[in-house]
């Protein structure tokens, strides 16, 4: 039982690298910046799969607070650059 448990982890890795193999790809074809904030919000998913996945296959608990990590840079990200498209300004001057 424990080697469909290795397997499973195994296959969960190869297809994170795969998912983000294709997000990469699809970053660099799409013209539209639109396109590529989506993609890359939805890079850190599997980044993050990819990260528990290891995690696991080494049975250590020491890569988990790297999830949050990337989760807190990536909002920060997404935050900023929507702003930044929807105003063309990141911070506003308000004390004029």
Not at 15 to 44: R, W
Not at 69 to 82: E, K, N, Q
């Amino acid at each position: 039982m424990d080697k469909i448990v290795e397997y499973s982890i195994l296959l969960g890795i190869f297809a994170s690298i795969a998912m983000i193999f294709f997000l990469l790809i699809y970053i660099v074809k799409k013209p539209s910046i639109f396109d590529k904030l989506i993609a890359s919000d939805l890079l850190a998913m599997p980044l993050m799969c990819l990260i528990v996945l290891v995690s696991m296959y080494y049975k250590t608990f020491s890569y988990i607070s790297l999830i949050l990590i990337i989760a807190i840079i990536c909002l920060v990200g997404t935050v900023v650059t929507a702003r930044f498209l929807a105003k063309k300004e990141v911070f506003s001057d308000d004390t004029k």
